[in-house]
Nanobody, 123 residues
Framework: QLQLVESGGGLVQPGGSLRLSCAAS???????IGWFRQAPGKEREGVSG???????YYEDFVKGRFTISRDIAKNTVYLEMDILKPDGTAVYYC??????????????????WGQGTLVTVSS
């Protein structure tokens, strides 16, 4: 059974940092993992992702502030978020798909989603 479990969310002050984890189980090495977020009253949007070959991408609004990485031995993908802003308040989800295109461009077709973890950026 394919499963993704996010953790690491919480309350952080503006300008602060947080690291999210996405623990994967049941996946083969050809899966690509992405992070998405959904703020209250807004549509879900992509944040960052790491492909099966190890290459990463970031959406413009997080470039220079967020870093994605993975620990293959632990089957875990991390999202280090620095210089967090209040508009970063959202439920953050990780997702997995074999297709890099689906993951980044058509996420509504992504194969597996985690349950999400809430990040609140507030003073």
């Amino acid at each position: 059974q394919l499963q993704l479990v996010e953790s690491g969310g919480g309350l952080v002050q503006p300008g602060g940092s947080l690291r999210l984890s996405c623990a994967a189980s049941g996946f083969t090495s050809d899966y690509n993992i992405g992070w998405f977020r959904q703020a209250p009253g807004k549509e879900r949007e992509g944040v960052s992702g790491i492909f099966s070959d190890g290459s990463a991408y970031y959406e413009d609004f997080v470039k220079g502030r967020f870093t994605i990485s993975r620990d293959i031995a632990k089957n875990t993908v991390y999202l280090e978020m620095d210089i967090l802003k209040p508009d970063g308040t959202a439920v953050y989800y990780c997702a997995a798909d074999r297709s890099p295109y689906t993951l980044r461009r058509t996420p509504k077709y992504v194969e597996v989603w985690g349950q999400g973890t809430l990040v609140t950026v507030s003073s």
